[in-house]
């Protein structure tokens, strides 16, 4: 198995700079394949007081156990029990309406975008950015890019993971984006090529990163992991902004 810890895709021609009207930093490729089948990396894609004022407003500065109930967000924070059994982590799911997402036995309505959070707006703009960037690259329709719904994960200090997987992008529109913007941490994240290579790529989830999967192939070609790394693993929200087609699970449930 072949893996490395910043094993990008390419060289150093892949890497490219974004408009510094919309990022300050560069932007690594990781997987690039074809269209339906692409990661890339954005450190510093959100402006670093903002994504502190924001994990701080989401209560995850504060040690577990007195998180879910010490937000000025109220009780915003769900452990959830999916096909798997109960998940390790706290979730929180925010969006349009009718965006809900179906995915391992769990479906979730989206809360609304909350009002007194206008941070979280920031970072749906920085991951828009991320995607429009990827949509100029890769070809698609601008429409595809909007980002209409959050989950956000929350990965207590010394706690939470999630085990090797493809996410459900069924309802995610035609370019399917899961862009997850990163508060707090680093944790790591592992991409793994599904199949004979197993290739396999780790690279540590910075403040204020963004991490763009883009296409269906990158779901079922890849799989990826956030493993707890030891007792001290620095506490980090994950926001990862989705391009769910509103109804699209009511259709679904109608078949
Ligand atoms: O926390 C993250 O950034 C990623 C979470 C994830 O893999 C998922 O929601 O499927």
């Known amino acids: 198995m072949a893996s490395s810890s910043l094993d990008?895709?390419?060289?150093?021609d892949n890497n490219d700079v974004?408009?510094?009207?919309?990022?300050?930093?560069?932007?690594?490729?990781?997987?690039d394949e074809n269209p339906k089948c692409v990661c890339m990396y954005v450190p510093n894609a959100l402006d670093d007081d903002v994504a502190s004022t924001l994990l701080e407003k989401?209560?995850?500065?504060?040690?577990?156990?007195?998180?879910?109930?010490s937000t000025a967000l109220g009780s915003l924070w769900h452990q959830y029990t999916d096909d798997n059994g109960p998940q390790d982590r706290l979730a929180a799911y925010w969006g349009d309406t009718c965006c809900d997402f179906w995915f391992v036995g769990l479906l979730l309505h989206p809360a609304p975008w909350p009002a007194n959070l206008p941070e979280l707006l920031s970072a749906r703009r920085a991951a828009q950015q991320a995607a429009e960037y990827c949509q100029r690259r890769y070809g698609g329709k601008l429409d595809a890019t909007k980002l209409?719904?959050?989950?956000?994960?929350?990965?207590?200090?010394?706690?939470?993971?999630?085990?090797?997987?493809?996410d459900e992008v069924r309802a995610h529109g035609e370019d399917k984006y899961v862009i997850s913007i990163s508060l707090g941490g680093?944790?790591?994240?592992?991409?793994?090529?599904?199949?004979?290579?197993?290739?396999e790529m780790r690279l540590q989830l910075e403040h204020g990163?963004?991490?763009?999967?883009?296409?269906?192939?990158?779901?079922?070609?890849?799989?990826?992991?956030?493993?707890?790394?030891?007792?001290?693993?620095?506490?980090?929200?994950?926001?990862?902004?989705?391009?769910?087609?509103?109804?699209y699970e009511h259709f679904v449930k109608e078949l």
């Open 209 to 247: 990163s963004a991490l763009v999967m883009r296409g269906e192939d990158m779901q079922t070609a890849w799989k990826h992991a956030l493993p707890l790394e030891g007792n001290d693993a620095p506490a980090r929200v994950g926001l990862t902004f989705r391009s769910i087609v509103p109804g």
């Open 18 to 31: 974004l408009n510094s009207h919309e990022f300050s930093s560069n932007v690594r490729v990781l997987v």
């Open 58 to 69: 989401l209560g995850a500065c504060k040690g577990p156990g007195d998180v879910e109930n």
């Open 8 to 12: 990008f895709v390419g060289n150093q």
């Open 148 to 166: 209409t719904s959050c989950l956000a994960n929350y990965y207590r200090r010394g706690q939470g993971h999630i085990d090797a997987h493809g």
């Open 186 to 199: 680093p944790r790591e994240f592992v991409l793994t090529e599904r199949g004979g290579s197993q290739r």
